[in-house]
C-alpha cells in the first residue's frame, strides 16, 4: 500500500513514522463492506432513468414512454381462432384450433386443478366443497354439458358465466384450451365404455374389479 508520504516497504523499519499498518482482519473487513458498496457496481451507478422519475431527456420531463402506435407484444402474435376461440364466420369452434398432445392434456390437468377443480370437483362432477355450501347458485357437473363445442367451453373460461368470473387474467390463452382438452378427457372417462379402453387398461380394470 502507498501512502501520501511515500512508498513503504511491509515490515520496513523505515516506515515514516505517524503512519501505521493497518491490520490484516480489518482490511478484510473493508474490502466487505466495499464489496457490498453501490457506487462501485456499474451497473447501479450507470446513467439511466428510472419509473416514475422524472426525465431530463424527453421535453414532457416523463421518463416511462408509452409503446409506438401499433406495437405488438410478441405473446400476442395468436392465431385468430385460438385467441377469441371463434371462426372466420364468429360461431364457436366446434374443436379447439391446436393439436392435442399428451402434454397439453397435463397442462390442462394442472390448471384446472388449481383454478377450477375447487368449485367443479376433481372430476368436473360439481361435487366440492364450494358446491356443497354455496346456496346461490352451486357451481354445476360439467360433465352434464359434453354436447358444448369446444369453443364454448373456451369462451366460458375467458368471459366468464353468470356468477363465474372471467379466469382470462390467470390463465393465457394456451392454458385455458388445455383445460378445455382435459375436461373433454374428464367427460370421456366418465361415460367410456370398457371395449373402447386400450388392452392392458381394460385386462387392470376387470382384475381390480371396478
Ligand atoms: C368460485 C367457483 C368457481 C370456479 C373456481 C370456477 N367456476 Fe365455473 N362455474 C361456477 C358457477 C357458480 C357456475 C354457474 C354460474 C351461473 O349459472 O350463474 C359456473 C359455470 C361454469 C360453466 C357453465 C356450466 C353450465 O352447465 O352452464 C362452465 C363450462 C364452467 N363453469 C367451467 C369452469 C372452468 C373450466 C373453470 C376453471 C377455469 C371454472 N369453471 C372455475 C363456479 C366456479
Redesign the pocket.
Known amino acids: 500500500m502507498r501512502t501520501a508520504s511515500g512508498p513503504t516497504q511491509p515490515g520496513s523499519a523505515m516506515r515514516p513514522r505517524g503512519v501505521r499498518r493497518i491490520p490484516a482482519p480489518f482490511l478484510v473487513l473493508m474490502l466487505v463492506a466495499l464489496a457490498g458498496c453501490e457506487q462501485l457496481d456499474p451497473m447501479i451507478s450507470q446513467q439511466k432513468v428510472k419509473p416514475y422519475r422524472e426525465s431530463e431527456f424527453w421535453p414532457d420531463r416523463i421518463s416511462m414512454r408509452p409503446p409506438q402506435p401499433g406495437t405488438v407484444a410478441r405473446e400476442d402474435v395468436i392465431a385468430q381462432a385460438v385467441a377469441t376461440g371463434r371462426g372466420p364466420d364468429g360461431a364457436v369452434l366446434t374443436r379447439a384450433p391446436l393439436p392435442i398432445t399428451r402434454q397439453l392434456l397435463e397442462t390442462g390437468r394442472k390448471?384446472?386443478e388449481i383454478?377450477?377443480a375447487?368449485?367443479?370437483g376433481y372430476l368436473a362432477d360439481g361435487v366440492s366443497l364450494?358446491a356443497r355450501n354455496?346456496s346461490l347458485?352451486?357451481?354445476?357437473s360439467?360433465l352434464?354439458?359434453a354436447g358444448q363445442p369446444d369453443g364454448w367451453?373456451f369462451q366460458?373460461?375467458s368471459e366468464g358465466?353468470?356468477?363465474?368470473p372471467s379466469?382470462a387474467s390467470a390463465?393465457p390463452v394456451e392454458e385455458r384450451w388445455a383445460?378445455v382438452a382435459y375436461?373433454r378427457a374428464l367427460q370421456l372417462s366418465q361415460s367410456a365404455r370398457l371395449e373402447e379402453l386400450p388392452p392392458a387398461e381394460r385386462a387392470r380394470l376387470e382384475r381390480e374389479g371396478r
Do not use: S, T, W
Request: charged fraction near 10%.
Open positions: 390448471r384446472f383454478n377450477c375447487v368449485c367443479h364450494v354455496m347458485r352451486p357451481p354445476p360439467l352434464a354439458r367451453y366460458v373460461i358465466f353468470g356468477v363465474m379466469y390463465l383445460i375436461l
